[in-house]
């Protein structure tokens, strides 16, 4: 009931809900957008307003200032009033909100309109997914989690200030990212409770709205005060506007003792609040380390409250029968989970089936009792890896936080790293959880849900960094789930509004998908807001002027005092730029020519004077697709009119007319700018068009310029001519060449190295004209000396090292070891064994390896790289190619040192060099020993069939060199014999 008339007005507005505050604004035609003070504020400024200047008009119609508020039923027991239809309760049915719109009549229906927009907002703001009855942000919640949180004050009006407070504030001016002033400024807020400390929560939250220590410090804070003087609105629109976009387990398990709190465990509609709200609690967050006190709390829950309670829609006969069903399905779930308190859950778990049946309670145990086990091994490592995670930490930009006495780890660079290897770790599967294929599933529904929590809990204090969004949206990608990849992107953005790689990656996917429309869109969205946002710096700058200057300072044309302005648009960034680029290329890859010159056209009517970059790249891909020369040429002319004074456009047309074999007009080009460059620098005309600009002198043409001026467009002028310069090396005459240094030595006057036959002047042209990529006719150090001297080098690519310009030295053989002792008899040397160890495991390694398939066609040997110069095998090679072919194919047959795992066998250096030094291996010399020997055993054309094989003359011969002269004689007796023997053996048992 609304209070007496004597009672002030303002606190009666300040009894209403927020949805009654909203109706009242929407039937008074005023904003009802806001948190509750604002609203309450609106409501109390107009009825003032009334009262003062047409309070009599508001009596003639009989309507009070202030409607009365809709009566709300509350359940027996449940403190601070909340019931099902509350934002944490159960909803209401279409027959009960038709109830209540007919006996409350108009009023009602207003109120129920703004509690239907809310709902709608709040449904916006989960991603359209369903949520359960007491789900945040559900039916009656007050939509100011959507709402600038910049725009509310505490009730009380005070702003929280002292000594430690003020300073917090001065280091965050400084620096924003300081982590512990945040940190100040956190336990001060929460030291000072409410209301006191509401103002500097919000400003908080402001800055970090998905830190769940903050929220849950916020949220505990407006829960303390008990009984009447608890604003159960305010704690409500916390949970709203928080829950769904910060995973913690803390945060949640606050609000399920809220709604255990507020709700009445002995009656059915209580009873379904709070199940709904661990229920979905759990789906959420499950799966996370320190979710073992949300399990036990649910347990607990579910066995104290009436069985007819848990299962409404099971006969009273068997609800008991139905509740012992959701409590062992819940037990099951949880021990399947390695959180802290798996060993005490599979404890309470056992108890409980050995309670009800002993022996089917074994049976059930032994089939659980593996997935215990499993979740024990994994839960050590698991705990590791989150020892040092800031779960819902203050959310900072990497690059700039400073953490000063706080942990250094807190820092964003760290903690990305860190969650970044829990989710590599959890996506390993380390529990391996197993899917069901039988049913089509690629990844079990358990495994897919802690992966997505990781991801999840690392961006409530790493949403800055878009290297975690582009992380976490390819890990969907992959898995095929492209909706659930675009909806993260677009949170990425949304959180991070500069960074251009979230765009990308998001018209990438639909562009993989052939979704032209939407890849299209993704970049026309950044467009559009830049090119809305420079159309209102412009209206707004459509003012008169006084002195030729707006009030703000925006650029504009016109001297005429009262003459409307011309606003002139700063230069395009590089961002926007490369945005209009890529939506260029996208137009023709998934649309064709067509669509991009329309894109083209757009970037070039786009405000901030279209960049060279623009027309490069339209160029180009009439080119490059096309093979048509012709529009290419085209676009060339056109951005050459904007941008002939930028050196590195006139670069890339002269290459693109060269490419073409069109030298004649690179070099007309060439010409074109180094002749506007030169009047440029001698100020005759503006640097950006080829214009008369106010300064300069009618009669000689001359601009006034300051020195930082002049020295730019000297610069320009450089760079043009160098480019020229360069040109005619490659593609002109001896007598260009010279022409063109000469010109270019002149143009720059003071600049170009003094007199042309001077030192520098003569140093430039030399080392210009004979030098080649990263090869300069001067070593480093003379390079140097001639740059102090005057003279310009030229540009070399800086990844070669130039410095180091001499061959460095060999390096010296090693001392050889001493000559081992000579081996006996049947004595194996040592490492043999280890060596042929080595050898077979790298055969065993060879035959394992797969082999490549054979391609068709003439495809040339890959030949192998050669030795990197210095090493030990290009000095082998150098030596190798010094012997004859026989040695070095003898030296290129023996191991290398690094094939023997441990000691290599003894070197007999001795013999073998005696063996070299004293035979003749010249082929010739080779031939004529085998034809000896073979001579001396009867092996050879002398060799008649069926002769007897002679015996070795002694035994230091030991036979012929070849191996034809091994064969036995054509008829062989003994041979024949032994062949014939086993034939007949064999044929006895067949």
Known sequence: AMATESAPPLKELKKLKVAELKALLKTRGLEDSGLKDDLVRRLHDARQVADAGAGGEAAAVGSPAVDPPLQVTTSGDATAGPTASDPTGTPPTED????AIAADGDDA???????????AIAIDEADDEEKPPNAPGSHETEDTSLAPLAGGEPESNQVLSNPRVDRARGRLVVNSNDLDAWEVLVTEATAAGVPTGRSLFEEIVQTHPTSAKVWRAYAECEIAPAGNTRDDDAVKSIFSRCLLNCPSPDLWRSY??????????????GVAAIKAAFEYTLDTIGEDVESGPLWLDFLNFLRAVDAAHVAPGVATAHAERARDDEVRSAYQRSVS????????????????????????????????KPLVDKARVVLKERKRRHEKLDVGGLCVRPGGAEVGTADQTKTPEIQSKLWRDLARWERGNPQQLEADTENGESWNPQLTTRINLAYEQSLMSLRFCPDMWLEFASWHEKEGRLDEAVGVLQRGKEANPECALLTFARADIFEKTGDVENAKAAYEEVLDLYENECAAKETKAQRSVVGGSTQDGVSITGNTAGSPVEYVHPVMSDATTLMYVEYMRCCRRVEGAQSARKAFMRARKAPGNARHEIFVISAHM??????????????????????????EYVKLYAEFLVGINDVANARVLFE????????????????DSKNIIPGTNRTTGVLSMGPQERERRINVLR????????????????????????????????????????????LTALIARHSFLDLAPCTFEQQAHYVKLGATMPRRNTSVDTKNTNVPPPVPPPIPPPRPPPLRKGEVPPGAACAAAAAAAAAAALAQLPKAPKAGGNIPKIMPPPPAPGSAAATAAIVVSSLPAELGVFFRLLPASSSFDCEAPPHVVDAVMETLLTHDLSPEA???TVATRNETFGVGVGAKSGEKRKAPASANNKGPLTSSSNKPPLMDVFRMRQAKQARTDNAEFQ
């Open 96 to 99: 009960d909100e038709a109830d």
């Open 109 to 119: 229906i207003d109120e129920q309109h703004a509690i239907d927009e809310a709902d």
């Open 256 to 269: 399920t003792r809220y709604m255990v709190t507020t709700n009445d465990p002995t009656s059915p509609d």
């Open 337 to 368: 989970v390695p959180t802290n308190s798996v060993d005490a859950l599979y404890r309470e778990y056992d108890t409980f089936e050995t309670t009800l049946d002993a022996t089917a309670g074994k049976t059930v145990l032994a089939t659980i």
């Open 622 to 647: 009439e080119w490059r697709y096309d093979k048509n020369d012709k529009p290419a040429r085209n676009v060339f002319e056109l951005g050459l009119k904007k941008h002939i004074l930028v050196p």
């Open 672 to 687: 074109r700018a180094v002749a506007v460059a030169a009047d440029a620098a001698s100020g005759k005309i503006d640097s």
């Open 719 to 762: 760079d043009v001519f160098d480019l020229f310069v360069s040109f005619e090396h490659h593609h002109g005459s001896s007598g260009t060449m010279s022409s063109v240094e000469q010109r270019r030595h002149v143009a720059l006057g003071g600049h170009g190295g003094g007199a042309i036959d001077a030192a520098p002047a003569i």
């Open 926 to 928: 080779g031939a004529l």
